[in-house]
């Protein structure tokens, strides 16, 4: 289950990614207190940095995130980690996977950025080709509540339906009601006096 490496795996020759951060990132904060022992002014935010910098290690100017049984991550910013999960999504792997399977395979390819998960869903879900070809989920939003009846005729909703156009009699509702039990339903027209009475009523 685990590999004993006799050498990191950081000391062989590593191909530079030729997309470059523009400004300041995460990995800023954890460079320079790694490098210069600097933490921000925030005392909540200096603290998590000083709390997490150990899980980071910092070497020929790339930071690397440090794993108990994997090799080193190398952390990448905002612009790089958008690029990477273009082409693992739908560029290169064409795979047009699940967000979580995306971040899955971009561990394995050696990469690491905080928010991983919420950054790749929000792109993910954006996706036109997912939207088009991905199967529709038909499960309920919320858990559904059985309503029981113990004898026919026991429990009724009732409701009234329209306005529709006016027909015979000047009616433009409908009372409907419905058997919890049998779900027998039935269905009566209702006036426009019947309308205004009940609306006095309410």
């Known amino acids: 289950m685990v590999e004993v490496l006799e050498r990191k795996l950081t000391d062989k020759d590593t191909i530079m990614a030729t997309i470059t951060e523009d400004e300041d990132c995460w990995m800023t904060l954890f460079i320079s207190y790694l490098t210069y022992v600097t933490l921000p002014e925030d005392k909540l ?13 910092f070497k020929d100017g790339i ?4 794993s108990f049984t994997k090799p080193y991550l190398r952390c990448v910013g905002p612009t790089q980690a958008k690029e990477i ?31 991983m998960y ?39 909703g009732i409701d009234i339906v329209g306005p529709f156009s006016r027909g015979v009699g000047n009616v433009k509702f409908l009372v409907v009601a419905i058997d919890y039990f049998t779900k027998w339903v ?8 019947t309308e205004r009475k009940i609306l006095t009523f309410v």
Request: glycine share 2%; proline share 6%; net charge positive.
């Open 186 to 193: 039935e269905a009566r027209p209702l006036s426009t006096i």
């Open 85 to 115: 999960i273009q082409e693992m999504h739908e560029r290169a792997c064409l795979t047009h996977s699940s967000y979580r399977t995306i971040v899955s395979r971009i561990k394995k390819m050696g990469y690491f950025w905080q928010h």
């Open 118 to 156: 919420r950054d790749t869903y929000d792109l993910i879900v954006n996706c036109e080709a997912c939207q088009i070809h991905a199967p529709v989920n038909r499960s309920p939003r919320c858990i559904m509540i059985p309503i029981h009846a113990a004898w026919p005729f026991c429990k009724w």
């Open 63 to 66: 930071l690397y995130r440090k």
């Open 45 to 57: 935010q200096a603290r998590r940095i000083r709390m997490r910098a150990p899980m980071y290690h």
